[in-house]
């Protein structure tokens, strides 16, 4: 049995149902769970953290990011693309991906959203170049060397340039190869009870770059194996263009033809919904993931999330791949969100606090996952804490329910704390050699660049 306590917390930012935020209290953590909240517990533990001066917050949880692309990011040739170009350009890289390159840039990236709080990472992997090998187990692998929980998707495409989508011949598959190897990850690797740290879900690439007949099996083996489906949706007006040129309807209506509406669904991006559709994804308890930075730096456009947090959207936040952020910084994402939306909403925009909700609670509701994204008894011990001493934050002390959104936040955090244990400590990852992973990856990379 592992334990954890966290002692005199100076504050405590729970999320939870009552929104509560309880100031010099303790904080219980016993394999892997909180035990115990309140002052003066008297647990003794394997692993004790002074919280005097510390604010503490649960884990965020990004729902779409795209780890191969770590090394694909700042590339100067692709600055100033929109989506569809930006993609093609960059689809004659990712064809050259393989096992080192998805483990050394899962350890980045996820290395990096650790040390900005980030506690779960969903990632959308849909580029399988032929002759590689089980990439989604790497990146399980990778995530257990960090202590990151990992919720993979198997993603797919099935239609290249020939077929009228965008990737090379060389990264798509057939829908019987992509629904056999779902299922063998599905089998392999899905947990689904409660602080799982692997979950597996469904997730073809964007409808420009599938079939009908793949996200139909694709929805009808998810709901098979209980497991949840995610793509892209509403982007980008070319997207827009491009399903109402090729089918005849927009975007969302096609996909909820074929059954991809519903509490286990979720969509990311999601910028292009008319009033029509925000009022369906309600309805229907379909999610959006919010991606400002990526929406902002591909030109895409600005999502409507004060229309849906109103309308009662499942709205969560999230990172994005990293060649269209640069980054993988949730922490960052938090900031960019609220400000976007004071600037286009005004007082109708999401507070600082509603900001930290969707990155937690709201993120977690679409993992479907009731388990993570608040500090209360039972739920995991996935939380991280700041230093309310930094130089950064004099003056921000008055709301640190706010502060991470309104002040944000520089530099790493003080403590990650996943699963119960510690991951990230005095802003250093805790469980591999940071400068050794640096250097292999900065290796690996340009191999991996010069070869395209």
């Known amino acids: 049995m592992s334990t954890l306590m966290l002692r005199n917390l100076n504050t405590l930012i729970t999320c939870d149902r009552e929104d509560r935020i309880l100031e010099h209290v303790d904080l219980y953590c016993e394999d892997g769970f909180i035990r115990a909240i309140g002052p ?21 949880i990004n729902t779409h990011h795209h780890l191969y692309q770590v090394f ?32 050394l840039s899962t350890l980045v990236g996820g290395g990096e959203l650790l040390k900005h709080g980030c506690t779960t990472c969903f990632d959308h992997h849909y580029v399988f170049p032929r002759n590689t090998a089980d990439l989604i187990g790497v990146q399980f692998a990778a995530a257990e060397e960090l202590g990151l929980r990992m919720f993979a998707s198997r993603g ?45 879900a469904l997730a073809p690439c964007s409808p420009f770059s599938v079939s009908a007949d793949l996200l139909r099996q694709s929805a009808l083996l998810a709901r098979q194996y209980h497991v949840r489906l995610h793509t892209h949706l509403c982007e980008t007006k070319d997207e827009e263009r491009y399903m109402l040129e090729h089918h005849g309807v927009r975007p969302l209506e096609f996909m909820a033809s074929l059954d991809w509406t519903g509490p286990d669904v979720w969509y990311a991006h999601g910028i292009h919904f008319n009033d029509e559709e925000l009022c369906e994804l309600a309805r229907t308890g379909t999610g959006v993931a919010h991606c400002p930075i ?10 409507r999330v004060p229309e ?59 993992l479907g996952r009731d388990d993570i994204g608040q500090l209360a008894v039972g739920k995991c011990a996935d939380l991280f804490l700041v230093d309310s001493r930094r130089l950064e934050l004099v003056g921000g002390e008055y709301s640190p329910a706010d502060v991470l959104a309104t002040v944000g936040l520089r530099g790493a955090v003080d403590y990650t704390v996943v699963n119960g244990s510690v991951v990230v400590e005095e802003g250093h990852l805790s469980t591999i050699d940071e400068a050794r992973v640096a250097e292999q990856a900065r290796n690996t990379c340009r191999t991996y660049l010069a070869k395209a």
């Open 294 to 303: 990526s929406n902002m730096k591909l030109a895409s456009g600005v999502a």
């Open 72 to 103: 694909s990011r700042n590339l100067p040739q692709v600055q100033n693309m929109e989506l569809f170009d930006w993609l093609t350009t960059l689809y004659e890289i990712w064809k050259g991906l393989d096992e080192r390159v998805i483990r």
């Open 156 to 200: 797919s495409m099935d239609l290249s340039k020939k077929d009228g989508g965008l990737p090379p011949d060389s990264v798509v598959q057939t829908v019987d190869e992509i629904m056999a190897d779902s299922i063998r990850l599905i089998e392999a690797y899905h947990d689904p009870k409660p602080g799982s740290m692997r979950q597996v």
């Open 308 to 366: 849906m947090l109103a309308l009662g959207v499942p709205v969560g936040l999230a990172v994005d791949g990293s060649a269209s952020n640069d980054g993988s910084s949730l922490m960052e994402e938090l900031r960019v969100c609220y400000l976007l939306h004071r600037l286009h909403a005004s007082q109708a925009a999401p507070s600082g606090y509603q900001v930290l909700k969707m990155a937690t609670r709201g993120s977690a509701r679409l």
């Open 40 to 60: 003066h517990l008297p647990q003794l533990a394997d692993r004790i953290i002074d919280g005097t001066h510390l604010w503490c917050y649960p884990g965020l």
